[in-house]
């Protein structure tokens, strides 16, 4: 079984300021992982996601997040953080496999400060 | 454009007056799943679908309903609704599976029940 754990249920940071989003797994198969961001009254879609191939994936909008098995962790991060990052953002995790569901994490809220 | 629709945006109904929120995408894709969102809680699965008149509950069926007749439809049916189920539900699709797929979102849909 599959479940996902989100440290911080809510983060604020600086305009170009460093994001870091945390989210730890568990699976007992190799994990797909994603990261989907929801902009406020909108559905979520997709910022990447890993599949077993380069364990330093690159996103949409400029993240990325790095798969690291021994800390059981695929953390997002951003460079530096624009007031259009402002939203939810959520982890999942998945076995892969074509009838296994995919499970989400409680969510982040991003907060962007001027 | 490629997209999920969802009707109604909003909805407030009353404890026990059948209701039906409508999904419906032009991608061709064969799974498509309903989710509700709830505070805290992240997105949980409601009932999903593999293909046309293939259906299976998710993590939380009960209380409600779904039906897939035609491959781009996939309605969410409340028989009996309960104040429980005021919610934010996001139906999505995907090419085979969510689990390693790109799952495509619709808007969501708000329900209160009172």
């Known amino acids: 079984a599959q479940s996902v754990t989100q440290l911080g249920s809510h983060v604020s940071v600086s305009e170009g300021a460093l994001v870091l989003l945390r989210c730890n797994y568990s699976s007992s198969v190799p994990p797909y992982l994603f990261w989907y961001v929801q902009y406020p009254n909108q559905g979520l879609q997709l910022l990447l996601k890993y599949t077993s191939a380069a364990t330093l994936v690159k996103g949409i909008n400029g993240f990325e997040a790095e798969f690291k098995k021994s800390e059981t962790s695929f953390h997002l991060t951003k460079p530096s953080a624009h007031m259009s990052d402002a939203a939810e953002y959520f982890c999942a995790v998945s076995a892969g496999t074509s009838y296994d569901k995919v499970i989400f994490g409680p969510g982040t809220s991003l907060s962007v400060i001027p | 454009e490629a997209q999920v629709t969802q009707n109604p945006r909003y909805l407030i109904t009353v404890t026990g007056k059948k209701l039906t929120v409508t999904c419906s995408q032009n991608?061709?894709?064969?799974?498509m799943s309903w989710y509700r969102q709830d505070p805290g809680l992240g997105l949980r699965q409601i009932y999903y679908?593999?293909?046309?008149?293939?259906?299976d509950k998710g993590d939380v069926p009960e209380g409600y309903k779904v039906s897939r007749k035609e491959k781009r439809n996939f309605p969410l049916i409340l028989e009996s609704p309960s104040p429980n189920q005021t919610s934010l539900y996001f139906c999505?699709?995907?090419?085979?599976?969510?689990?390693?797929?790109?799952?495509?979102f619709g808007p969501g849909t708000r329900l209160t029940v009172t």
């Open positions: 679908s593999m293909n046309v008149e293939v259906t």
């Open positions: 991608m061709n894709h064969e799974y």
């Open positions: 999505a699709s995907s090419t085979s599976s969510g689990s390693f797929y790109e799952q495509y």
